[in-house]
Nanobody, 124 residues
Framework: QVQLVESGGGLVQAGGSLRLSCAAS????????MGWFRQAPGKEREFVAT????????DVADSVKGRFTISRDNAKNTMYLQMNSLQPEDTAVYYC?????????????????WGQGTQVTVSS
């Protein structure tokens, strides 16, 4: 199995930027499609972005398109989420996840492994 650890969350003012990292250990990182999800208080977990095993294909939610960029460095066993023009509605716990057997996915139930999450808070 693979272990995932997120970092890079914090408190930022509206309009600011953060870069989240997801460090993987265990099995071969490049074998997994990867994704970012988030969950705000009182809301269900929602899809943010996903990236294929090679990094050649990505998909992002409409709510963050043009502001968030997902990437990965297989040599460093790490995935990233660059978040620009942050808004208060982006406040949530952000989770990274790994999926086996599919290239990438928007569906959280398909993911096999999850990190513990990192808090992102955007003040207005």
């Amino acid at each position: 199995q693979v272990q995932l650890v997120e970092s890079g969350g914090g408190l930022v003012q509206a309009g600011g930027s953060l870069r989240l990292s997801c460090a993987a250990s265990g099995r071969t990182f490049s074998n997994y499609g990867m994704g970012w999800f988030r969950q705000a208080p009182g809301k269900e977990r929602e899809f943010v972005a996903t990236i294929s095993r090679s990094g050649g294909n990505t998909d992002v939610a409409d709510s963050v398109k043009g502001r968030f960029t997902i990437s990965r460095d297989n040599a460093k066993n790490t995935m990233y989420l660059q978040m620009n023009s942050l808004q208060p509605e982006d406040t949530a716990v952000y989770y990274c996840a790994a999926v086996v057997g599919v290239v990438f996915s928007r569906i959280s139930s398909q993911y096999d492994y999850w990190g513990q999450g990192t808090q992102v808070t955007v003040s207005s």
